[in-house]
């Protein structure tokens, strides 16, 4: 008996079969659509790689929006990357060059490159003064055809003039800061920024800076500033200025470096109403200069928390008539597996002082100092190294190494989040060497190593890195500050 | 009872097994530090070796030290920082020190096992104030120097005596500090409130009206007198009328109260009648050393202790030659 029951019933299941029918077209257009990227993909690819080494020649370049540049400035970023290009290959190179440089240099917010031809130009071999023609060549043979390209550069200027206020909370510390920047001050990347902080750790901080591009490689920076900050148990007040030269060469092609030159005065205060020898005689009033070089090697595939690459820095400090300090940095970063499921991270630090004077101990501050969540985990913030009762003096020469694992999360809901589970063991020997022979150095450095271990949760995420750990101290000096347990650290770079 | 935050027992035990091997601690050795601690200290010397532990041992911290040409004895220059010294001589017969000669060189390694006077700056105390008295070593206590004239002003005998040490710390401490921030040159004020002052030409200025503007808020001292304050921190913006007018009127009040003091101590050695010191006599010593470890040039009433009050100056010998 047919009722309005089995009507309904016949109804629903034509809608189901409507539903899964266009549901199954869906997925048939998106497969479709997926194919037809893949071809157009792999054309693309076939097409620049049989292109690859097509001489071209650039004979004009088309900007839009060119008025947010100086025209000196532009035509010299031109000149030193498209304009140069010799095969097509070289060109695209050279454009995405020229891309990454006018933004990293703060010229312009984005910019994006289409390119163009004129047509192909012959060369006669046979000339010894050659004359590019567009004309089909009568003979053949005694000819080069060059493609004449003319990229048109569509840059997007970029926000001169922004403020930021925001805060910073985190292991048991906490502050707020403002900045205001202006960038591309005079249409050739000048940027002027100020920065103020307030916090409970950097008790207050002004930072004037004025950075500069010399040239697409080359970058100017100078700044003066006021920090206020705590350092163990006393109060570190610097006012000073720098300024500094460094390179921007691509990072995994070339070496890049930097140089600098520091000028502050430090008032160094005891806070604590159980400071060490050490430290009263420490507090007062300094003025240091120093000269500094560093040298770097970064493949890198991003500066914080990277999946891959290596990273070495070698820096070099030198204060007149006080010290000379000589600090390196070696790391090694590897993934395997699909979507980079566990990495390795090695990493191995190491620095040695001079002390020139043999009546003026070392700044604090200018000494070496380990331990902390960033650091030698399963310790506290400086606390490692020799001791005045409960001061933290630093050392003039440290090791440290650390090796980390990572794995992405095991459930298939989170493995491709920012999350990674995390084991590792750090280590660390941090000495004063008091002049001693190389030799003895090396050997006190080689021996009782305070090492920790531990697992944890790390979020990489673009901005910083956030650890939290469960560590333990493994071996341990009676002076070191061990720290059991829960850990967290937040910051840029880690051990 | 238990609480819910408290780690199980085996747990705990587990944990306390970590770390598995310490080593002894770090050597904190350096020979840069031993020698600057040499070079700024001046051990007390006492009148028989006593054996002290580690923790029984104190230091005076001071502003800087000055050898007094009569006595060679070691002076602290500030006339606060005096008075904790030879309070401190007083209370533990102490003598004070003299500076260093080759035969010390040797006793230099135990000195951290002496009573020291100790040159630091400012910024050792977290009152940005001198003197300070480290004590102890395990058990370090830094005592401030409010801390400092509270246990010195509970010694004194009687309420007079407190009357007479609050108007010195008064009327006389405020013509110090005046002469000091308005009349003493750059060079001599440094050397009388830093040990390592800063030698960059272009900052020795700004270092020093720090030092000036710490040395204000000792003692109240900008609270009293707002005027000669403003004068002192925004000279070259504030428009004091004459820095003379402002300090002359403390310069004729201090000189009235020494002269009062003069007339009180009259043909006595001390105040206190006895053969000893009494801490009255102490303070008024100490600030007329002070005065006197000027020149009549750097400072009026140097010359008009020299010239014209005598008895002080007497006095005050008489104090030097009883720790000597």
Known sequence: ?495 | MRSILQVPGPVKAFFDQFPLQTYPAVSKKDDASVYEYNAQSYGFREQEAAQRSANDVFKLGVYNVVEDPESGCVLATDPWCLYAQLSLCKKNGLKLAHKKGAQQQQQRQQQRQQPALLVVSRLAASDKSLPILIEGCSKRNVRSTAGINEILSSRLRDAEELMYVSLLDSVVYDCWTTQALCELSVAKFLELYDCAPIDVALLQRAFYQTLREDLLERNDFSLRHLEISRHVRYMHLYQSRNAHQLTAPLFESCKAALDRFAALLGSRTFFSGEMEPGYLDLKLASYVLCFLSLDDQESSLARYLRQEVHALAIHSRAVIAHFK
């Open chain 1, 1 to 495: 008996m047919n009722g309005p029951a089995s009507d309904n019933e016949e109804l629903e299941t034509r809608i189901l079969e409507a539903s899964q029918r266009s549901s199954k077209l869906e997925e048939i257009d998106l497969e479709h659509q997926k194919v037809l990227q893949n071809q157009q993909l792999l054309y693309a690819k076939d097409l620049f790689s049989n292109k690859a080494h097509t001489p071209v020649h650039v004979s004009s370049v088309v900007v839009n929006n060119a008025e947010c540049v100086r025209p000196s400035v532009l035509q010299n970023y031109l000149d030193q990357t498209i304009t140069r290009a010799t095969t097509f290959e070289h060109l695209c190179e050279l454009s995405d060059i020229l891309n990454m440089k006018l933004i990293s240099n703060g010229l312009v917010e984005n910019c994006t490159q289409t390119l163009d031809s004129r047509g192909v130009l012959h060369y006669e071999l046979q000339d010894s003064d050659p004359k590019p023609s567009y004309a089909t060549p009568h003979s053949t043979g005694h000819t080069v055809s060059v493609v004449d390209i003319v990229p048109i550069v569509n840059l997007q200027p970029l926000k001169k003039i922004s403020a930021k206020t925001g805060t910073n909370i985190g292991n048991g510390e906490g502050d707020g800061y403002l900045q205001l920047q202006w960038r591309n001050a005079l249409g050739g990347g000048e940027k002027f920024t100020f920065d103020a902080t307030k916090g409970t750790k950097t008790h207050s901080s002004y930072l004037f800076d004025y950075s500069q591009p010399l040239s697409p490689w080359w970058l100017w920076d100078c700044s003066v500033y006021k920090n206020s900050r705590s350092l163990g148990n006393m109060e570190l007040l610097m006012r000073g200025t720098r300024a500094s030269v460094r390179s921007a060469f691509e990072k995994h092609k070339h070496l890049n470096y930097e140089l600098g030159v520091e000028s502050l005065w430090r008032s160094t205060q005891a806070t604590s109403t159980h400071s060490s020898d050490s430290l009263l005689l420490l507090a007062g009033d300094e003025v240091k200069n120093s000269l500094s070089h560093s040298v770097f090697w970064d493949t890198r595939d991003r500066p914080i928390f990277p999946l891959a690459g290596s990273f070495y820095k070698l820096t070099n400090e030198l204060s007149p008539s006080k010290y000379w300090k000589c600090f390196f940095e070696a790391s090694k970063v590897k993934s395997w597996r699909k979507n980079d499921f566990f990495t390795a991270s090695f990493t191995l630090k190491g620095g040695y002082i001079n002390n020139f004077s043999a009546s003026k101990p070392l700044h604090i501050s200018d000494k070496f100092h380990n331990g902390g969540s960033n650091d030698v985990r399963s310790f506290q913030l400086m606390g490692l190294g020799p001791k005045d009762l409960h001061d933290s003096l630093g050392g003039d020469a440290f090791v440290s190494y650390g090796v980390s694992l990572f794995s992405r999360l095991p459930f298939k809901r989170w493995s491709d989040s920012n999350f990674r589970l995390h084991a590792f063991f750090n280590g660390a020997r941090l000495i004063n060497t008091n002049g001693d022979q190389l030799k003895n150095c090396i050997s006190s450095l080689a021996r009782e190593h305070s090492t920790s271990t531990g697992i944890g949760l790390v979020l990489g995420h673009p901005v910083a890195r956030f650890e939290l750990n469960f560590g333990i101290p493994l071996t341990a000096h009676t002076s070191d500050s061990a720290r059991k347990g829960f850990q967290y650290g937040i910051g840029l770079s880690f051990l």
